[in-house]
């Protein structure tokens, strides 16, 4: 690593301001939905709508405890998230490894092909994935949420791209001159030098696999086991309320994103700055 | 280096052989160990539905039909594509994906640009441009629809202010593409940045410093060095924004407030996924018609993802021998 | 049922209806959780449960929850609850056409069930027909559920005759009679409706007539006897009749209506702040009404629909055929929708029921609701059931499928197509259903 990054370039007042103005615009529509479920239904409906937050958050808090099971949920949720994000970044990375650095017959046909599968319209598959699932025994069940996210094409592309250039050739071989073995190698090789993809790999699908709303809605339609967005969505139904509750709909929202924010602060100072200690070239 | 487990030292042609033997096949085989876990668990849920949509886009299967019906030929392909919904759903997907990928690439690798630089407060700022992709899509959906509402909605309220006329987000074609667009990029600009600062962070700093020697200003030291450098990465994020954003469906679908979900009443933004979910739900032979419609679409989608391979490699080519 | 339940219910801002996707999918299994292995009806023992599948609110929980208390009763009952029609329609469509299981019993929206009696999709569903059931439903209602050759293969549960619900203040601002009987002459039929909308419209232009061109354009289709099909199920579309109220609904577009799409954000914000003044008014929109505008103190309900009754929603409870424990499905149908547990369920939702009992015992409760200046709304939904003729509009398989597309070609005038233009489209539309 060669220490300081572009040392050479300090960032000016435009950088700061350019990236100010990026970060306000990603935000603002957060704030938005949190201030929508601090207020009362009432609110909600009214004009103009509320720009600061209300303080009935807790009551919405409550009222969504009371419909759905929500402490069930998150468990299911973090159990789904936390396998689908170790598996896949275990599994992608020796595929992309084995399809950046090795050499072997059919490498390129088999790279090709599983970006092809990136193309298949989800709508469709889904049908006869279900049928599948069904075939199989495992719907209403976490298993059938999860196998989805063993492993990605998205996750063998990123991974393989990344490494393509990450890891000099030279470094690979010096480790084979040495005897050590595939698997030896990536672990000593590959893996430090994929890290920071990994840790980005890992925050990524976690963070895909909590907010997957679809397949989960439809193996565990009539399931007693529910994720945070499929209980979420029974929250539409509120007896003799008439129209949507956008106060609770918006505070169910909030808390199931709540215990993702703390991860992403918790974890993710870590993560990002692991990017640094990737740049084994150098 | 190779352990070799005590049995096989043991074994009749001495250690030595065995242990190029097993490091022969090591070399050989365990690529395909590496890379079997996607066609294992491809083959359960993916292959399957591939085949059987495909085999089912040339039958008749009446809405609630209990068996697939009569073979029907190409006739399921000839009614999509003689559909004119059919045609401006692919226009559309076009004028949204143009809308949304071009600028979310554009914006992410300038971002990422920025945030290579030697920043207060870093890893604050690298995180904050990803905090909207913790919202599910049908929460952001949920937000942003009440932002584009066409009278009540805050972005017409904002305009008002200004002076500006109220835009009709869901009846004005081309407007109705910019706030899909702006829902898409909003969630996923940030992600793409995040993918494009990793790739970056691995170029060597001494290609930096040696062209900084050169006297190369930063823009100069972007287009020459982090660009060509960063190539396999831009492709990734090229390739898969092209598939996902020919795919786009939760985004448009949940803005529509047409009741049929057309779309808008004059189909104004049903994307070609929309129309692959309105066929499988209408009334003649809705499954086999979708089946068709989404082959349609998944030989669309590989024909533009590999045109855009085929451009990005030829223009980084291009910046990488200057 | 009440309020979120009716597929042309959808708010697109409810986001959730991601769902949407899901549903075309659902279909295929999910349900079931029942005990049906496939094999032929078998017997059932006390710890056994039977599922039954609704969407939105239909007010059950108590009613079943009395059974499964109940040690006399042979089996138990397991509701699941999916938040929208549509993505029910979807799964259930899917797991008739893929034959996966389903409940044993399951919720059908009114406007779909025209597409399930018919030939060809009716052999999917058990016939429950019970001869000591005739005369415990709205008529209308029960006719709903049945096939051409009699089979019953829906229980009805609530239904959806329509009132006219008005703003008394915004009428009295107008100079028009506010109260409800003096503004029920006003919507005797709809050229008094349109006429005195004009009038109206002229006194406020701010406000307008009606809550949105959709609604009207409903109603007056469900009087003709033919809209979309012949009774051979033969698609005809272009008849004069749909013709005449298509040109009346786009003439009157411009001055009388909001021009925006029910269930919307804008069309929510409406009630509140004086942007219509009357609606075609079933009893489940009430609670609409009350959650859109809780703080608005003139909403009045006149007992009068223009051009005589009208239906809007309602739903229907069926037994697929494939299911193990047809007899004892038809059971629990029988037992959700009789009196009782109607009286009980419209208690819990809203839902105004199609029994007939049932709605005598609300009646003779009494109830008078505040918040429309106490008005007897049972007494008023009577009434205007009664004002619903049986089988008129005649709604052949493809109806709600048709009926989208006409609204949507009303929306496109709304939105400024030139209403010839947007006529071609839908006919073109219907030809490629």
Redesign the interface.
Known sequence: ???????????GFL??A??AA??L???F??Y??YV?GTVT??RT?????PLVPGGHFIDNAKRVLDQIDFWSALLNSVVVSSIGAFSVVA?ST??G???AK???KG?NM?MAF?????????????????????N?GL??TLTAVT??W??T??G???M???L???IPDELIDAARV???????I?WTVAVPAAR??MA?LA??TF?SV??D???P???L???DVQTL?TA?????????????D?AL??AG?IM??IP??LL??AT??HL??G??Q????? | ??KTSPQASRSPQGPSALRQRL?RW???Y???L??A???I??A???L???L??GYLSFFSWPRFGGAVGDPVGWANYVHVITDPVFHKALVNTVGIFLLSSVPQVV?ATI?AA??????RG???????????????????A???S??FADR?G?AN?LLGVVGIDPIGWHTDRFASWTAIATMVN?RW???NT??I???M??????L??SA?LDGAG?ARQFWNITLP?????M??VI??ST??G??I?TEPRLFDTNLQHQGGANYQFQT??MY??NT?NSATDP?PR??AA?WL??LL??GI?LLNYVVTRAIQNRGAAR | M???SKPWLR?P??A?A??A??S??????????GDGDGDEQSSLGKDDTL?I?TF??F?YDDQIEKWNADPERPFKIKQ?????WDTWKE?MT?ALQ?G?EL?DVIAVEGDAMAALVAEGANEQFADISDPELDGRWVEYAYKAGQTTDGKQIGYPTDIGPEAICYRADLFEKAGLPSDPEGAAALFKDWDTYYKTGEQFTKKLPKTKWYDASGSVAQAMLNQVEFPFQTEDQKVNVENDELKAVYDTVTKYSPTLSTKVVQ?GEDW??NF??DGFATMPCPGWMF??????A??VTGWRIADAFPGGGGNWGGSFLAVPASGAHTEEAQEVADYLTNAESQVSASK???NFPGNLEAQKTLQAENAEDPYFGNAKTTEILTNRAAAVTPGVPFKGDKYSDVLGLFQTAIQRVDEGEDPETSWTTFVGAVDKL
């Open positions: 690593m060669s220490g300081k990054v572009h040392s050479i370039n300090k960032p950088v700061y350019l990236l990026f970060v615009g990603s935000v529509p957060l938005w939905s929508m239904k009432e409906l009214q004009s103009p709508p599994f020796l595929a490894y084995a399809f090795l050499r072997f490498s088999l599983i970006v092809m599968t990136l193309a298949v319209p989800t709508q469709l598959a889904l049908v006869p994935m279900l049928k599948q699932f069904s199989l719907d209403g196998l989805p063993l492993v094409a998205f063998v592309f990123f393989r791209q990344y393509v250039d990450a040495d005897g050590c073995s595939q698997i030896r990536v920071p993809a980005i925050l990524f963070m909590w907010t709303f679809m397949w809605l439809l193996v339609q009539n399931s967005q979420l969505d029974k929250l539409k139904i509120a007896p003799g309320q008439g129209l949507s956008l709909l918006q929202t199931a994103t993702l924010l992403f602060i993710g100072r990002v700055s990017i640094m990737g740049a084994v070239k150098g | 280096m190779l490091s090591d070399v050989k365990a690529p395909y590496f890379v876990p996607f066609f668990v491809f359960v849920i993916g399957y539905p591939l059987y949509t914006v971002i920025l945030l290579d630089t030697n920043l870093r890893s604050w700022w690298r995180m904050s441009v990803l905090l909207p992709y913790v919202v599910a899509p049908a929460a952001a949920l937000i942003w009440a932002i009540s805050l309220q909003w600009t940030g992600y995040l993918i600062l990793a790739a962070q691995a170029v060597s700093r001494d930096y410093e900084s930063s450098s960063i190539r396999p990465t492709i990734f390739v898969t598939m996902g020919l795919q469906f070609l996924t692959v979910f499988a499954y979708a089946a989404a679409l998944f989608i590989v993802a | 009440s309020n979120n708010r801002r409810t959730l991601a769902c996707v899901a075309l999918v659902a279909g295929l299994t999910a349900c079931g959780g599922t599948t939105s609110e007010g699941t609850k999916i938040a929208e799964s899917k893929a996966t409940p269930w929510q914000a509140t702040n609670a609409n009404i009350k959650s859109s809780p703080d819990a939702a809203g």
